[in-house]
């Protein structure tokens, strides 16, 4: 299960992000998981590193959600099981993102963090979050949709992944 907690840092354009500290070895590879905003122009865009490509589409979901509010504002009182099924990583992004935001509108819940099992080109996920509560969670009450432009998920050099894609609600 992979939490990011927001930070923030100023580079070439906009960025902020969070990363969990996930009890790493020293010199143990890859990068922590890790989330980030940046800003192309107008454009918002979300993305989500790990050691794997399960965390880094966990990731890109915290980044999705901290668009509307602070995960770490949100409690742990819910999972909502979510299964996509994809021809390849890129979709499954674009799929997963979805229906992240599906569960948010239909059953007004918020997200702290997730928890996903790759099979192939099946996703196999959990949300975990709450209800929304306008006290702990200023931000939009209602997410109806969103857009999603460019999704992408790679490994680099260095064997980490990223999954990112533009994002308009």
Do not use: Y
């Given at each position: 299960?992979?939490?990011?907690?927001?930070?923030?840092?100023?580079?070439?354009g906009s960025?902020?992000?969070?990363?969990?500290?996930?009890?790493?070895?020293p010199?143990a590879?890859?990068?922590?998981?890790?989330?980030e905003?940046?800003?192309?122009?107008?454009?918002?865009?979300?993305?989500?590193?790990?050691?794997?490509?399960?965390?880094?589409?966990?990731?890109?979901?915290?980044?999705?959600?901290?668009?509307?509010?602070?995960?770490?504002?949100?409690?742990?009182r819910?999972?909502?099981?979510?299964?996509?099924?994809?021809?390849?990583?890129d979709?499954?992004l674009?799929d997963?993102?979805?229906?992240?935001?599906?569960?948010?509108?239909?059953?007004?819940?918020?997200?702290?963090?997730?928890?996903?099992?790759?099979d192939?080109?099946?996703?196999?996920g959990?949300?975990?979050?709450?209800?929304?509560?306008r006290?702990?969670?200023p931000?939009?009450?209602?997410?109806?949709?969103?857009?999603?432009?460019?999704?992408?998920v790679?490994?680099?050099?260095?064997g980490?992944?990223t999954?990112?894609?533009e994002?308009t609600?």
């Amino acid at each position: 299960m992979s939490l990011g907690t927001h930070g923030s840092t100023d580079t070439q354009g906009s960025t902020q992000g969070g990363t969990m500290d996930a009890g790493l070895v020293p010199g143990a590879g890859a990068a922590p998981p890790r989330w980030e905003h940046l800003t192309r122009g107008s454009a918002r865009v979300v993305r989500g590193s790990g050691r794997s490509a399960e965390q880094a589409l966990e990731q890109a979901a915290v980044a999705l959600c901290a668009l509307v509010t602070d995960p770490s504002k949100v409690e742990v009182r819910e999972e909502v099981t979510i299964e996509c099924d994809a021809r390849d990583l890129d979709h499954l992004l674009a799929d997963w993102l979805r229906a992240v935001v599906h569960n948010m509108a239909a059953r007004r819940l918020r997200f702290r963090c997730f928890a996903v099992r790759l099979d192939g080109r099946r996703l196999f996920g959990s949300a975990f979050g709450e209800h929304v509560d306008r006290a702990r969670h200023p931000g939009p009450a209602d997410v109806r949709g969103v857009s999603l432009i460019g999704t992408t998920v790679r490994r680099d050099a260095e064997g980490g992944w990223t999954a990112e894609c533009e994002v308009t609600f």
